[in-house]
């Protein structure tokens, strides 16, 4: 199974849409590696080769992350750029499951939880996430929290065993 947490990169808006992760152009690519350099290319104010995100594994943001079209490519460029959770708010039903599907975590937390993370923007935040007992913690140069979270035993079952393809062959 894959490991889970590192620096974190914070997205501090609601509705980043699947063409802010990887603009609609790059979908005819024919390998994933393809994708690497355009992640989150059309987002307004970033900055792909900045440290703080060439180092980041995982991403804090606010709601409704990932909505706009379907399409795997969005996850693809995360696991592409090293980057396997995504926490925010809520996300689109779409964009959710596909992480579960790529063997990658999508963690929901009520706004609250978001806004404390948030506290940890201080450009030392990383994350550990514990995927045992369900819970993230965020440490930084503001002190640590631990966050506990759910996802569903089927979603769990697919991160385990890598994402869907490898849940089939396991189970099928």
């Not at 914070?10 to 005819?28: G, M, V």
Request: hydrophobic share 40%; net charge negative.
């Amino acid at each position: 199974m894959k490991s889970f947490g590192g620096k974190v990169l914070f997205l501090d808006r609601s509705d980043i849409n699947t063409d802010e992760i990887i603009p609609a152009k790059y979908l005819t690519e024919i390998s994933k590696e393809a994708l690497k350099p355009h992640m989150l290319e059309d987002l307004k104010d970033f900055d792909l080769d900045a440290p703080e995100t060439r180092e980041a594994r995982v991403i804090v943001s606010r709601a409704n992350f990932g909505c706009g079209s379907s399409r795997e490519h969005a996850p693809w460029v995360f696991e592409m750029n090293e980057i396997n959770v995504v926490i925010a708010q809520s996300f689109s039903r779409i964009f959710r499951q596909n992480m579960f599907n790529c063997g990658m975590l999508a963690i929901e937390l009520p706004e609250d939880a978001i806004s404390k993370l948030f506290q940890h923007n201080d450009g030392t935040a990383e994350i550990t996430v514990d995927f045992r007992n369900d819970t993230i913690t965020i440490s930084s140069g503001r002190g640590s929290e631990t966050v506990p979270y759910q996802i569903t035993k089927f979603d769990k079952a697919l991160v385990e065993a890598g994402g869907w393809v490898d849940f089939a062959d396991a189970k099928y």
